[in-house]
T-cell receptor
Framework: EAQVTQNPRYLITVTGKKLTVTCSQNMNHEYMSWYRQDPGLGLRQIYYSMNVEVTDKGDVPEGYKVSRKEKRNFPLILESPSPNQTSLYFC?????????FGPGTRLTVT | RKEVEQDPGPFNVPEGATVAFNCTYSNSASQSFFWYRQDCRKEPKLLMSVYSSGNEDGRFTAQLNRASQYISLLIRDSKLSDSATYLCVVKVGGSYIPTFGRGTSLIVHP
């Protein structure tokens, strides 16, 4: 089954404690991206990657890092999380213009 | 002014009704347009792309009006299962960063 998986699905953490949200896809898509979704703001792209070792900033990259060492994985790293990064995060891949989203990770930073 | 604007609703309609949503965009260089559907606490999924000539998929019809810079989604014979948030997505030609609207909530009641 073609899918995008994210882990963890839910995470509560404290300010400053580094965390990583993993994203993996089995569709062999070159393009992957990360979004955050906040009430009243909609989905905003954090980072995207056109291929292995190629990443670029989206609209809201501050406070986040990504890496793309393998085609199937695209982890999102928060080196020092802050409460304003409390959000619902989605990983996505893309084939042509259609995006396929993972199930989401709900992150709370206290 | 936000680049992509949608009426957040909610649109509350009875089963069988016809309902229409509009989405306006500000960047005249926009070239790709989509409607995504998002169920509560779930990931967005592509509903349909919007072509210049308009397109129809069963009970759903999407239209593009470049002169007035808006796209529309028409749902005929609404079903309870159509209850969701509908996201408008716009992409400028050559850009890898799509812009999402905040979504329009639809509630179909018996």
């Amino acid at each position: 089954e073609a899918q995008v998986t994210q882990n963890p699905r839910y995470l509560i953490t404290v300010t400053g404690k580094k965390l990583t949200v993993t994203c993996s896809q089995n569709m062999n898509h070159e393009y992957m991206s990360w979004y955050r979704q906040d009430p009243g703001l909609g989905l905003r792209q954090i980072y995207y990657s056109m291929n292995v070792e190629v990443t670029d900033k989206g609209d809201v990259p501050e406070g986040y890092k990504v890496s793309r060492k393998e085609k199937r994985n695209f982890p999102l790293i928060l080196e020092s999380p802050s409460p304003n990064q409390t959000s619902l995060y989605f990983c996505a891949t893309r084939r042509e213009d259609e995006q396929y989203f993972g199930p989401g990770t709900r992150l709370t930073v206290t | 002014r936000k680049e992509v604007e949608q009426d957040p609703g909610p649109f509350n309609v009875p089963e069988g009704a016809t309902v229409a949503f509009n989405c306006t965009y500000s960047n005249s260089a926009s070239q790709s347009f989509f409607w995504y559907r998002q169920d509560c606490r779930k990931e967005p999924k592509l509903l349909m792309s919007v072509y210049s000539s308009g397109n129809e998929d069963g009970r759903f019809t999407a239209q593009l009006n470049r002169a007035s810079q808006y796209i529309s989604l028409l749902i005929r014979d609404s079903k309870l299962s159509d209850s969701a948030t509908y996201l408008c997505v716009v992409k400028v030609g050559g850009s890898y960063i799509p812009t999402f609207g905040r979504g329009t909530s639809l509630i179909v009641h018996p």
